[in-house]
């Protein structure tokens, strides 16, 4: 696969003023075969370019905004790398191994123009902008829906033994293609609500990213994360049902917990609070619960040890985090690859990463995308299965084209506006 430019406003996580003119200045990539420590090279590779990622607590001011200042870096871990980082089982090996477990791209200001980084192959464009070789294929999930109900009826079974309170169990499809996939990325990354919208591309890969998910965010000495977990049709009739829902509470209010646990790792004692609580925000067709956890950073709190605190993030994973990492291990047929992992912006003067759920990855052959959903003891297999097909359906129609009609066992296209669940 050959490679071309990303429109600079959709680098990942790059600030909007700033976008239309930076230029790569240095990268790391990273898997998990490699072998050393990708925190270490990280956290090595952000402080020789000035970024403050040793003390998040005490921003420093950037060094300008002329030619060759550094802006800020782009961040990716994917699941795996995020499991690696705490000593959790990564689980079964991911069904896009080109795309690495973590990169980091530094950005520097250059003068305007297109970023010098890809998404994919260019193809002939037709004159409504869609590459008129864009084919994707039927879509082949790596279990079938009788698989997916049996794995939330083992992890209700593990609840019921008293291993796990909660397990996020996510299923992935793929989909061979042929042409150029640039404009079917662009696609995703505009869906509705996708507040971590961008796209990060290397030597025979890309990741395109939709999520409205915070996994964290750093900024004038304070870190919050904003975990989403509740899932029904954006409909009055839909909003109604999540506000009401017993279960979708309970299963949001224990992540809320988790997360108040993973932030105290790393802040200010006493200083963690929950600032909202199961609000109904909107992504693509469905209704979603979000909620607010912050807190002031402790000093002294680095890059890495952030990271290491909060990911893999717990709505993606489950309560307790390890034991449910394990259930997952032992579950899921294939990895997770670059969903369910974190991807965003570090900058000067604080940080945000997104939770990339709502995400695709294609390689040289294939898309990838990946959904799911939190089980709890009160989950229906089969309406956990029927709820990561609606969560699949916006990223499917998107990928399909701008006119594409909805293939039989999807979801419907996407829908109206703002954001937000999990996987």
Request: charged share 20%; aromatic share 4%; hydrophobic share 45%.
């Amino acid at each position: 696969m050959t490679w071309r430019d990303v429109p600079a406003e959709r680098i990942a996580g790059a600030p909007h003023a700033c976008a239309h003119r930076l230029h790569e200045r240095a990268r790391i990539e990273w898997r998990t075969g490699d072998g050393d420590d990708p925190a270490v090279r990280m956290e090595a590779l952000l402080d020789r370019h000035g970024l403050p990622v040793g003390d998040l607590a005490r921003p420093v001011a950037p060094s300008g905004h002329g030619p060759g200042a550094v802006c800020g870096a782009t961040l990716f871990v994917s699941a795996a790398g995020a499991a690696h980082l705490i000593g959790a089982p990564a689980g079964a090996a991911t069904p896009a191994p080109r795309v690495p477990d973590l990169v980091a791209v530094v950005w520097q200001h250059g003068p305007g123009g297109v970023a010098s980084t890809g998404v994919a192959s260019p193809g002939v464009a037709s004159p409504g902008g869609e590459p008129r070789d864009w084919q994707l294929g039927p879509w082949q999930p790596s279990w079938s829906p009788q698989q997916h109900a049996e794995a939330v009826s083992r992890v209700r079974e593990a609840i019921a033994r008293g291993d796990v309170y909660q397990v996020n169990v996510v299923g992935h499809a793929a989909a061979t293609y042929t042409g150029d996939p640039t404009a079917a990325l662009r696609r995703v990354v505009a869906l509705p609500g996708a507040r971590y919208a961008g796209v990060l591309a290397g030597d025979g890969w890309a990741v395109a990213c939709a999520s409205p998910e915070t996994l964290v965010r750093v900024a004038q000495g304070r870190v919050a994360t904003s975990p989403i977990k509740g899932t029904r049709p954006a409909t009055a009739q839909g909003r109604r049902e999540l506000l009401s829902s017993v279960k979708e509470r309970a299963e949001h209010v224990m992540i809320v917990d988790l997360e108040r646990n993973d932030l105290a790792r790393v802040a200010k004692t006493g200083s963690v609070r929950v600032e909202e609580l199961f609000a109904v925000r909107r992504w693509c067709d469905l209704w979603q619960a979000e909620s607010q956890v912050d807190a002031r950073l402790a000093d002294g709190v680095g890059l890495v040890d952030l990271l290491r605190a909060v990911a893999p993030g717990g709505s993606v994973t489950g309560a307790p985090k390890r034991a449910a990492l394990a259930q997952i291990a032992a579950l899921e047929p294939v990895g997770r690859g670059p969903s369910m992992g974190a991807l965003g912006w570090v900058g000067h003067d604080g940080l945000d990463l997104g939770l990339t759920i709502r995400t695709v990855a294609v390689d040289a052959e294939r898309v990838h995308l990946w959904a799911g959903g939190g089980i709890t003891w009160g989950s229906d297999p089969h309406a956990e299965v029927a709820e990561a097909d609606a969560k699949a359906g916006p990223l499917r129609a998107a990928l399909a084209g701008p006119h594409a009609g909805v293939a039989a066992g999807d979801a419907p296209p996407a829908a109206a506006p703002p954001r937000a669940d999990a996987s």
